[in-house]
């Protein structure tokens, strides 16, 4: 009967094999009715920590997990009900958006399931526009489906919709040019030009800085562009009011030339300095009055002008068991200032960071961390770094053509009785439950922690909404709306075996951000592994089951948390003892906070596939209908590695392919070309394409892999005696590392704590 539920125990000390073979699915939320099950926000949106909500708070205790929601609200869909009206249906109490949980009083009225206020239904929203019949307002797109858009009415703007306003922020000092980006940046940018979302009015600019700000004017009567230097970068001005941002359609000509020439532009410079602050404040003259997206190329530390910094990290301690949790905050508050003021004149600063020496990521990611912008990282991006050069165009091109809307708003609204507390992404909180997005993103994920504050008993289901307002590149104003609903429940048993592990985990991940930067590493650590200890003891205590036993039991809905925290555990974020990067170690950790969960987790535990035998592997039917042979995945330990085996590894936003020295000839042959194991060559940076079966299988394969990703992930074939194995090895997280603890002995102590 149990099993039956999904409520059996597994002792995790006898159960090695815990992963299952396929995706781990986000547990079925039960309301108990089919209709209102069927209308629920998709968990690829928005998701609890738990399916069902603890009638108190003392119940939510008692469970020891943790409760929050995690929202990717803007991501793309292939399908969304897009509602224009003239009446937006709201609850005239809590501005609540009408959605599939109210409940209908009679066929004029509703009542609102996170007030209870009944409300009047507007007559338009009687009319049924299909039968064009009075009478069932069950049947708007308003009720059936929980994830909608509105195209809004004028009431929710301030001002005309914005026109996309695109500048780019160019360092160009000796390191940046060192490393190679400015011509790949200028090559993809002109490739993409015509697919960057906007219309008619959409404007463009650049402006390049090292020791001084170079802009450049597109003026009208002129032929080419032209650069004006400003020297004085400690008093910002700009040389000219015209022509520096100009209108993309009128001058298309003119940015193509621009942008083939400023790649030789600086190819000799000897300046080592970079005014990235200044650079910043231009930026923010340039664009106040319109709003706008920032996009920032940075490979020097920014040690000139405003905001200039030193460099802090001793190398030397970096694989020390201790963190300077000083070096995980920033060094000054300019960046933060500075930020605050672009949110205010809705302009989002988006950072490319494209070092090779400490740049400080910790102070100058304030820059996006509060304007609502994004944060990519090409660690060691050199002309000669294949796979960073591969990932960085790709990242750039997604970047360039995913949609964008501007001047947003994201409001989460809750039932009475529940109340959010803490916020994790990228934003600045403008009042405590309107979120201030000058830029919302496709790929931007969002976590926030939940409170229970009023006695839930009396209901039997509660909601989260959120709402999303912004100004597409369309120049329309529009808002998202998703509604998820969850069942209320009285008994330990219950919540426990309601919890999301994967949700779980990623609510946990930006918790522990928050506990290291606050704290320090070590804390957040604990703070995992006490987690693990309390979810376990008080799955023990829901059993009646106090005092020693032999095992150590999980539910099945938990079961992969104590993997999935010993790999964290592991991650660059959250590592200690392993030399690491401080800027390295601060980006884990922004991804941590800023990742949609699919990504993260893939971030976390990444997919570890046999891929030499795919001719004997299941098959499933991709998007296309197209057949993929699919293996199993492997849990991330050595021991499911063989000499004659090929195995791919997949962590998300790149893969690395292990070729063992065994490997059959016909298989290296048929997909790489080469004749045999000691003529591959140490490195290959893509299956090539053959016509023949075998590598066709493996190419799909990876092409479905890659299908829900942002961007393509690029493959690194590596073989298994080259000096790079490292790049595969440092994933099976499973095993012992230096340090760190096998998963088998991190269960032992488990065990040991577990009361
Ligand atoms: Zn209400």
Request: charged share 20%; hydrophobic share 40%.
């Amino acid at each position: 009967f149990n099993k039956m539920w999904g409520m059996e125990s597994h002792d995790l000390l006898q159960t090695p094999t815990i992963l299952p073979p396929k995706t781990v699915d986000p547990p079925k939320i039960m309301l108990g009715q089919e209709a209102m099950e069927q209308a629920n926000c998709s968990p690829d949106i928005l998701r609890c920590t738990m399916t069902k909500i603890p009638e108190n708070n003392n119940l939510l205790q008692k469970s020891r997990l943790p409760l929050g929601v995690l929202i990717h609200p803007f991501r793309d869909l292939s399908h969304l009900p897009v509602i224009q009206c003239n009446v937006i249906v709201r609850c005239r109490a809590c501005r609540t958006y009408i959605n599939p949980f109210v409940l209908f009083v009679d066929s004029k009225r509703w009542k609102c399931n996170l007030c209870y206020r009944v409300n009047e239904l507007p007559e338009e929203f009687q009319y049924d526009p299909v039968t064009k019949t009075y009478g069932d307002p069950s049947r708007r797109p308003e009720i059936k489906s929980s994830t909608l858009e509105y195209i809004a009415p004028a009431e929710y703007m301030l001002r005309p919709p914005q026109p996309a306003v695109y500048l780019y922020l160019l360092d160009v000092s000796r390191l940046a040019v060192e490393s190679g980006y400015l011509g790949i940046m200028c090559d993809i940018l002109q490739d993409e030009l015509e697919n960057i979302p906007g219309d008619a009015r959409t404007q463009i600019g650049f402006v390049a800085y090292d020791s001084a700000l170079h802009f450049y004017a597109l003026p009208e009567d002129a032929s080419r562009p032209h650069e004006m230097t400003v020297l004085d970068i400690d008093e910002v001005f700009l040389p000219t009011p015209d022509n520096l941002l100009v209108n993309l359609k009128d001058k298309m000509e003119m940015v193509k030339e621009l942008l083939q020439q400023l790649p030789t532009r600086y190819a000799n410079t000897y300046d080592s300095n970079s005014a990235l602050g200044a650079a910043l404040q231009a930026a923010f003259k340039l664009m106040g009055a319109t709003g706008g997206r920032v996009t920032v190329f940075q490979a020097s530390l920014p040690n000139v002008g405003p905001g200039a910094l030193v460099a802090r990290e001793d190398p030397t301690t970096r694989g020390h068991t201790q963190v300077d949790t000083q070096l995980l905050n920033p060094a000054n508050d300019f960046y933060k200032r500075l930020a605050l003021e672009c949110s205010g004149q809705q302009i989002a600063v988006d950072l490319f960071v494209v070092n090779s020496t400490y740049v400080d990521i910790a102070t100058i990611s304030g820059i996006s961390r509060f304007s609502g912008g994004c944060i990519h990282h090409f660690p060691l991006l050199r002309p000669n770094n294949m796979t960073m050069k591969d990932g960085f165009s790709r990242s750039f091109r997604r970047y360039l053509t995913r949609k964008i809307g501007f001047e947003a708003v994201m409001r989460i609204r809750c039932t009475r009785g529940l109340a959010i507390h803490s916020f994790h992404g990228n934003f600045f909180v403008r009042s405590t439950d309107l979120l201030s997005l000058p830029n919302i993103n496709p790929d931007a994920g969002f976590g926030m922690q939940v409170s229970i504050e009023d006695n839930l008993s009396d209901v039997q289901t509660v909601c989260f909404q959120a709402a999303l307002l912004y100004t597409s590149s369309k120049g329309e104003r529009r808002i998202r709306v998703h509604t998820l609903c969850l069942p209320v429940t009285s008994t330990l048993q219950d919540v426990i075996h309601s919890a999301d592990q994967e949700c779980v985990v990623g609510l946990l991940a930006k918790m522990a951000v928050d506990r290291s930067m606050q704290a320090n590493v070590s804390d957040a650590r604990e703070a995992f592994i006490n987690v693990a200890i309390d979810i376990l003891s008080s799955y023990k205590m829901s059993l009646n089951m106090s005092g020693p036993s032999s095992g150590l039991l999980a539910p099945t809905c938990l079961k992969l948390l104590p993997l999935y925290i010993s790999a964290i555990m592991k991650h660059t974020a959250f590592r200690i003892g392993i030399p690491t990067r401080i800027d390295d170690r601060v980006m884990a950790m922004i991804e941590m906070k800023t990742k949609p969960l699919y990504l993260l987790m893939q971030m976390i535990y990444p997919d570890l596939y046999q891929v030499h035998n795919l001719e004997n592997q299941q098959i499933i039917m991709n998007s296309e209908e197209e057949p993929i042979s699919l293996p199993p995945k492997l849990q991330l330990s050595a021991r499911w590695l063989d000499s004659k085996g090929v195995f791919l590894l997949d962590a998300g936003d790149h893969m690395v392919m292990l070729v063992c020295q065994n490997a059959s000839a016909a298989f290296l042959s048929d997909v790489f070309e080469v004749p045999s194991y000691a003529q591959m060559p140490d490195d290959l940076y893509d299956i090539p394409s053959l016509d023949n079966l075998r590598n066709q299988r493996l190419r799909h394969f990876v092409c479905y892999l890659n299908e829900d990703k942002p961007y393509p992930a690029p493959v690194h074939v590596i073989r298994d005696n080259s000096s790079n194995r490292a790049l595969f090895y440092q994933h099976l997280v499973e095993d012992r590392m230096e340090n760190a603890l096998s998963y088998h002995e991190f269960l032992q102590h488990l065990k040991t704590q577990v009361k």
